[in-house]
């Protein structure tokens, strides 16, 4: 059987270099359409899921869609959810955002909107569109055949007074997943700034902001918190991309190298795991890092995120 709607296509797993990798076996490998970028852990349907955003773009830079990939971590199997939003007129329109970072929680799935704050999907409403419908909301106006497509569509809005390039959860320090989120700014200069807040319960509320700092360090792609630990990834252009660890007053780098082309963090506690991946075309990647090999202790799960199976 196929999960949990059928797919032809299936990103392997394998271990390398004592790491978890998922590497695209289709177009998704090469293709300067679609960009992966952020990334977050939760669950779908009753099976642990890897969540992973991409956007679309003209070759000229414009953003097209946005898309949200749900991985099976057991099985690798997935499936394509595209990110909706409804216009004036009441019509379905594509989220033309970055999707830079993902954090999710329960049927909610907050996605950065770099410059226009965090916005928030309903995975509960998860419905079908069929047609012109769905190439439109793909970004794409191809000619002929069937098209269908599974959207999640925006539910709010959420304003932030920061760039909103990427955001990540927080964890305490017993791994408790608390109801907050790093915030984070991607600049080429020192002066990125990241904030915590606390997200609103339900409908009604706003973003509360309780915590800011400015790390000093350039290109910050991802940020998440493990009771007083942070991590910081910083991407390099075509080189491995680096991971600063951490008190948030004395971030240093680690050993550990990021894939080429780093973007988003994931804390997956239950697995041992930390979570990143690459976006560049050929070298793309989504890569687990064992807590161990990073020299903090395990999680609540068993440490080796199932990296001895291939599928």
Not at 31 to 39: K, L, M, N, S, V
Not at 71 to 81: A, C, F, N, P, T
Request: charged content about 25%; hydrophobic content about 35%.
């Amino acid at each position: 059987m196929l999960w949990p709607f059928g797919s032809t296509w299936r990103p392997v797993r394998q271990r390398r270099r004592d790491t978890v990798d998922l590497r695209w076996l289709s177009a998704r490998t090469w293709t300067r359409r679609w960009y992966p970028q952020g990334i977050d852990v939760g669950e779908w349907r009753g099976r642990r899921t890897l969540a992973v955003s991409w956007f679309r773009q003209q070759l000229t830079g414009e953003h097209l869609a946005s898309r949200v990939t749900l991985v099976d971590l057991e099985r690798s199997r997935h499936i394509d959810v595209l990110l909706a939003v409804t216009d004036d007129e009441g019509e379905l329109q594509p989220a033309r955002i970055h999707a830079g970072g993902l954090a999710w929680f329960g049927d909610r799935m907050f996605a950065a909107a770099t410059g226009r704050g965090i916005w928030e999907f309903d995975l509960s409403d998860i419905r079908t569109v069929r047609g012109a419908l769905a190439q439109r909301l793909a970004g794409t106006h191809r000619r002929g055949g069937r098209s269908t497509a599974l959207i999640a569509v925006r539910t709010r809005v959420h304003p932030i007074a920061l760039r909103c390039s990427y955001l990540g959860r927080v964890f305490d320090e017993d791994g408790a997943s608390l109801s907050r989120v790093l915030i984070g700014e991607h600049r080429t200069d020192e002066s990125g700034r990241i904030g915590e807040f606390a997200i609103p319960d339900g409908t009604d509320g706003d973003f509360t902001e309780v915590d800011r700092f400015t790390p000093g360090i350039k290109r910050m792609q991802g940020a998440v918190r493990w009771g007083e630990h942070h991590f910081v990834s910083q991407s390099d252009r075509m080189h491995p991309g680096t991971l600063w660890s951490g008190r948030r007053e004395a971030l240093n780098p680690d050993p550990v190298p990021l894939p080429v082309g780093c973007e988003d963090l994931a804390l997956d506690l239950e697995a041992g795991l930390l979570w990143s991946l690459g976006e560049h075309p050929w070298r793309r990647v989504v890569r687990g890092i064992p807590f161990a090999r990073l020299g903090i202790p395990d999680g609540t799960g068993s440490g080796d995120g199932g990296s001895s199976r291939r599928t």
